[in-house]
T-cell receptor, first 114, second 113 residues
Framework: AQKITQTQPGMFVQEKEAVTLDCTYD???????LFWYKQPSSGEMIFLIY??????QNATEGRYSLNFQKARKSANLVISASQLGDSAMYFC???????????FGKGITLSVRP | DTEVTQTPKHLVMGMTNKKSLKCEQH?????MYWYKQKAKKPPELMFV???????INESVPSRFSPECPNSSLLNLHLHALQPEDSALYLC????????????FGPGTRLTVL
């Protein structure tokens, strides 16, 4: 069985600072994909970044980067230069192997202060 | 090119009503999903369609009836819902490839009175 753990309580960050959102996972699969999604209060789930289990480099997409530590089974999201529009709920998710299902963590609420 | 549209945006219905939610995509993705999401919780998978055929039903009550009329459209027919079915209903499509990323629509906020 797959499991995603996001244990941080609500996070706060000052505008323009960097913030790290934690995610640990558990799977017995060797091949898997890790995803981060952002969900503002409007409700839409916005795909941010993907990391494959065999990818040797950490994924980056603009201000988002994924700190992938395979041995520790962690896939933390780093947001650089936070903006007010980054205030949202963030979900870490995993897709094991060729499975079409995503397993989501319970999410982390991020609030960016001006 | 990752646009998934959902209508209506909001829906209020009584427990005896019949209504439908609609999801549309023109990205050529051949897998489509329905999720239910309660406030402050992660999405819960309901149904998966692959090449217009139902491939996964996560033991969803029969008052929810999915339909995939063609590769661009996904419907969710609602009948005799309960107040606890009030939630955000999200549609997603999956782009086949190295990442198999799921792209979500904006959702329909459903309230059952």
């Amino acid at each position: 069985a797959q499991k995603i753990t996001q244990t941080q309580p609500g996070m706060f960050v000052q505008e323009k600072e960097a913030v790290t959102l934690d995610c640990t996972y558990d799977t017995s699969d060797q091949s898997y994909g890790l995803f981060w999604y952002k969900q503002p209060s409007s409700g839409e789930m916005i795909f941010l970044i993907y990391q494959g289990s065999y990818d040797e480099q950490n994924a980056t997409e603009g201000r988002y980067s994924l700190n992938f530590q395979k041995a520790r089974k962690s896939a933390n999201l780093v947001i650089s230069a936070s903006q007010l529009g980054d205030s949202a709920m963030y979900f870490c998710a995993m897709r094991p192997g060729a499975n079409s299902k995503l397993t989501f963590g319970k999410g982390i609420t991020l609030s960016v202060r001006p | 090119d990752t646009e998934v549209t959902q209508t209506p945006k909001h829906l209020v219905m009584g427990m005896t009503n019949k209504k439908s939610l609609k999801c549309e995509q023109h990205m050529g993705h051949r897998a489509m999903y329905w999720y239910k999401q309660k406030a402050k919780k992660p999405p819960e998978l309901m149904f998966v369609y692959s090449y217009e055929k139902l491939s996964i039903n996560e033991s969803v009550p029969s008052r929810f009836s999915p339909e995939c009329p063609n590769s661009s459209l996904l419907n969710l027919h609602l009948h005799a819902l309960q107040p606890e079915d009030s939630a955000l209903y999200l549609c997603a499509t999956r782009k086949a490839g190295r990442t198999d990323t799921q792209y979500f629509g904006p959702g329909t906020r459903l309230t059952v009175l």
